[in-house]
């Protein structure tokens, strides 16, 4: 038999205490106690159907778990919903790639920022609209714009209207890159701030130290760009408001003979 989900045990667990203290308590106070109406919970508990996105972390709330326990009861809801295997990404040739010649577009944050922009719902792209969502002064983001204008990245339409040029771009991969060196230093700057000035629930810094194969390397990276992308494709998809930073850091904390590595 198929293991329960965590945050359906734990619901069950919670409902069962309830009862044993007052054995009057019932499914349709424990729905009320949790804002779900009554059916919906009979089902969630059976696994006919999974608990609303909107309201798991609530739910998790008034459940009063302990620190381990919210973290398993989130983290199994939220695999519940989503499977990486069931999202589907852009073929490799269908994808622009950038090199140093597009260098300010690489290294500095802005200039990926406005084009993602570009992506969301009815959205004020001038250079007033850019300067408002990015928190950037409005010379910068127009500085800005010149630049993805001069390298082909944002053109105009027939209407005169500015609009970018490919739908996915990427950079090149395992080829130093003076660009590239800048823009993760500017990405890890930022990080330390957004650590500090964003909240929880709208973030996600996580880490992994893990003994490897350094053979395995190649199957390593290949295995985290193909998240990157299926992350990109699922968050694409739907009403979009606001444009995020994805940064994975995976790198050695034991010292590597490099040399030896290379004969």
């Known amino acids: 038999m198929e293991q329960q989900l ?14 044993k203290e007052n054995p009057h308590y019932s499914l349709r ?47 199994s809801f939220f695999r519940s919903k989503t499977n990486i295997d069931d999202i589907k990404i852009d073929k490799l040739d269908e994808r622009f790639i950038l090199d140093d010649s597009y260098f300010k577009a690489i290294a500095e944050w802005e200039h990926y920022a406005v084009l993602e922009l570009y ?8 250079a007033s609209g850019i300067s408002k969502k ?18 082909g990245l944002i053109i105009r339409n027939d209407d005169g209207e500015l609009e970018r040029a490919h739908p996915d771009i990427k950079t090149t991969e395992d080829i130093t890159s003076s660009a590239l060196k800048k823009s993760h ?4 700057k930022m990080g330390i701030n957004k650590l500090e000035e964003i909240e929880v629930e709208l973030r996600d810094f996580s880490s992994a130290t893990v003994a490897v194969d350094l053979d395995k390397l190649p199957e390593a990276k290949t295995i985290i760009r193909e998240f990157r992308q299926k992350m990109t ?15 994975i850091q995976f790198y050695p904390l034991t010292e590597i003979n490099q040399q030896e590595l290379i004969q």
């Open 6 to 19: 965590y945050y359906i045990s734990k619901l069950k667990e919670c409902l069962s205490l309830k009862q």
């Open 29 to 75: 106070a424990f729905s009320r106690d949790l804002n779900i109406h009554g059916s919906t919970m009979s089902q969630i508990l059976k696994g006919n159907r999974g608990l609303p996105f909107k309201r798991a972390n609530d739910v998790a709330d008034k459940l009063s778990l302990s620190p381990k326990e919210r973290t398993l009861f989130m983290e």
């Open 119 to 126: 992506n969301l719902v009815h959205y004020d792209l001038s």
């Open 134 to 151: 990015l928190g950037i002064d409005t010379n910068r983001a127009e500085v800005v714009l010149d630049n993805l204008l001069s390298c």
């Open 185 to 188: 230093k500017e990405t890890l």
């Open 233 to 247: 494709a699922l968050l694409r998809d739907g009403r979009k408001t606001d444009v995020y930073q994805l940064a």
